[in-house]
Every structure is written in C-alpha cells, then in structure tokens.
Nanobody, 126 residues
Framework: EVQLVESGGGLVLPGGSLRLSCAHS????????IGWFRQAPGKEREGVAA????????YYADSVKGRFAISRDGAKNTVYLQMGSLIPEDTGVYYC???????????????????WGQGTQVTVLS
C-alpha cells in the first residue's frame, strides 16, 4: 500500500520560509516521481515542483523558480519542498503526489500521478 504524508505547513510572514516534507512508503516502482501541488482558495490545483526518483531530475513551475527547491532523502523515504521568499500568492493547501513510473507526458498534469497525500496548509499573511 502506498502512503504519502505531508507535514511542515503553517502560518508565515511574507518573505519567510517553510520546509514541507512528504514521507512516503510503498513506492516500489521503477522510475517513479514525486510532485508537489497546491490549491489556493477558489482556484484549481496547480503543479509546484517535482523530482524523479531515478536520476533526481527536478522540475519547477515558473512562479516558484528561484524561490522553492525540491529535494529527496532516499534513506528517509522523504521528499522536501524548501520554500523561501514566500508571498501571499503562495497560500494554499500543498499536496504531494506520486507516479507509478516515469512521466508519460510531463510532470504537471495531475493525471500523471497515481497517489496523493491529504495535504498541508500553508498560509502567507498579507
């Protein structure tokens, strides 16, 4: 059984930082990838960043490039999203998601992902 558990969300002032964690288990698929998505109130969920398990390749949405960094710790089965220079527009529920293999089309479509966590709330005060 695959499980994804997010943690690390919270309330932060603009310009602040947070580190989200996605602890995963049961991902025994070759070439799987893990992505972070977010959903702001009244908006559709959007991709934020992703990382491939085989080569560590990373992907970022334009809106977070240079501010966010995704990384992984294989020994801990955890993927991190280090978020810096936070702005109110970064507010939302952040989800991690996992694929069962390499991307078919790309990292952003939600249909690429087979498993989802429950999400963690990030609020950047305005």
């Amino acid at each position: 059984e695959v499980q994804l558990v997010e943690s690390g969300g919270g309330l932060v002032l603009p310009g602040g930082s947070l580190r989200l964690s996605c602890a995963h288990s049961g991902l025994f698929f070759e070439g799987y990838a893990i992505g972070w998505f977010r959903q702001a109130p009244g908006k559709e969920r959007e991709g934020v960043a992703a990382i491939s398990s085989d080569d560590g390749r990373t992907y970022y949405a334009d809106s977070v490039k240079g501010r966010f960094a995704i990384s992984r710790d294989g020994a801990k089965n955890t993927v991190y999203l280090q978020m810096g220079s936070l702005i109110p527009e970064d507010t939302g529920v952040y989800y991690c998601a996992a694929t069962e293999g390499p991307y078919g089309v790309g990292w952003e479509p939600e249909a690429e992902y087979d498993y989802w966590g429950q999400g963690t709330q990030v609020t950047v005060l305005s």
